[in-house]
């Protein structure tokens, strides 16, 4: 089992900046991509932004630009910084790690953290 833990979310004004981390643990794939989605209240859980372990990005139209993702694989830790904070970015942001098999890929979660902004 790999277990992800999210932190750093809470309450920012429109254009401040945060910036959550994530930690995977457990039984870690070679091949994996560790990742952010965010899900507002009424919406559908949405792609942010993810990184596989070889360095490799996938942005979301919508946040290139304000937000980066980037990783420390000594620490098994992806972080999203997030800049120009939005009332619209308010969202439950979970991280999400995909470990990939040669038969499988295979999702893990995390609780989430909350991201507020307002003023």
């Known amino acids: 089992q790999v277990q992800v833990a999210e932190s750093g979310g809470g309450w920012v004004q429109p254009g401040g900046s945060l910036r959550l981390s994530c930690a995977a643990s457990?039984?870690?794939?070679?091949?994996?991509?560790m990742g952010w989605y965010r899900q507002a209240l009424g919406k559908a859980r949405e792609l942010v932004a993810d990184m596989s372990h070889d360095g490799r990005t996938t942005y979301a139209d919508s946040f290139k630009g304000r937000f980066t993702i980037s990783r420390d694989n000594r620490k098994n830790t992806v972080y999203l910084q997030m800049n120009d904070l939005r009332p619209e970015d308010t969202a439950v942001y979970y991280c999400?790690?995909?470990?990939?098999?040669?038969?499988?890929?295979?999702?893990?979660w995390g609780q989430g953290t909350q991201v507020t902004v307002s003023s």
């Open positions: 999400n790690y995909k470990g990939r098999t040669i038969v499988d890929t295979r999702d893990f």
């Open positions: 457990g039984s870690l794939f070679g091949i994996n991509t």
